[in-house]
């Protein structure tokens, strides 16, 4: 059933991509987070490893998916498509250390004290962090 889901969203996320749709895009992307929350909620404890990729994979998918929809392009200067694509790079790598620290705190028990405490704290900064680039990154596109 969640593969089906996720297969949907998957034609849809193809869909809205080739016929320019942000809005279906959108739907779309939050659809294949959901059916990769749900898979892994059902396998409790026993998620794959490859969980953190899985979600910096969402991350990467949705920030390319969003570049290829943006109609303003500029072919003769190739350091700003090198600074995006670093960008995006960084906001990925940023994307996996934050779902390896938060699967680690989710490892720890109950009692952990202050290790517990100071992975939580530093899961909340680099979230925080990561929010806060990405809506600085939208706050800065150029106007069409």
């Known amino acids: 059933m969640i593969a089906a889901a996720g297969a949907l969203a998957l034609v849809l996320l193809v869909t809205a991509l080739t016929k320019a ?4 895009t959108v739907t779309a992307l939050a659809g294949l987070g959901a059916c990769w929350t749900a898979s892994a909620w059902t396998q409790g404890a026993q998620a794959p490893g490859g969980t953190i990729f899985a979600a ?3 991350l990467v998918a949705a920030e390319l998916a969003f570049a290829s929809l ?13 600074r995006r694509l670093a960008g995006i790079v960084g906001r990925g790598l940023g994307a996996l250390v934050l779902a390896a620290i938060l699967l680690a705190a989710l490892g720890l028990n109950a009692g952990g004290g202050l290790a517990l405490e100071a992975v939580g704290v530093a899961a909340v ?3 925080l962090l990561l929010v806060f680039s990405l809506a600085r990154a939208e706050t800065q596109a150029p106007e069409r």
């Open 21 to 24: 749709r942000p809005e279906s």
């Open 56 to 58: 910096a994979g969402l």
């Open 125 to 127: 900064v680099g979230l």
């Open 70 to 82: 943006e109609q303003v392009s500029v072919a003769d200067e190739p350091e700003l498509l090198s």
